[in-house]
Nanobody, 119 residues
Framework: QVQLVESGGGLVQPGGSLRLSCAASGSDFSINAMGWYRQAPGKERELVATTTSGVRTNYANSVKGRFTISRDNAKNTVYLQMNSLKPEDTAVYYC?????????????WGQGTQVTVSS
């Protein structure tokens, strides 16, 4: 069984920074892509950023230039560095990964971590 465990959320003032981490644990799996989504109250879940092996990245327009996604393949971990945070970044952030287990692909989700940007 493969699991995603997130950490790093919290309360931060506008203009501040946070770093989210998400580690995949388990056995006999490989990871194709990892990323972050977020869901604010009353809104649908939306893509924040994705990466394949840490080389190709994709960002939502709303976070370009402020957020950076990176990946440590040796640790099966993806990070989201969030700078210049705005109140509208407040949401539950979910880690996601496309993993391959015994030649079958699965999309996994973490439990979510709350990010609150407020003064």
């Amino acid at each position: 069984q493969v699991q995603l465990v997130e950490s790093g959320g919290g309360l931060v003032q506008p203009g501040g920074s946070l770093r989210l981490s998400c580690a995949a644990s388990g056995s006999d799996f490989s990871i194709n892509a990892m990323g972050w989504y977020r869901q604010a109250p009353g809104k649908e879940r939306e893509l924040v950023a994705t990466t394949t092996s840490g080389v190709r990245t994709n960002y939502a327009n709303s976070v370009k230039g402020r957020f950076t996604i990176s990946r440590d393949n040796a640790k099966n971990t993806v990070y989201l560095q969030m700078n210049s945070l705005k109140p509208e970044d407040t949401a539950v952030y979910y880690c996601t990964a496309v993993v391959e287990i015994r030649r079958s692909a699965f999309t996994l989700w973490g439990q979510g971590t709350q990010v609150t940007v407020s003064s």
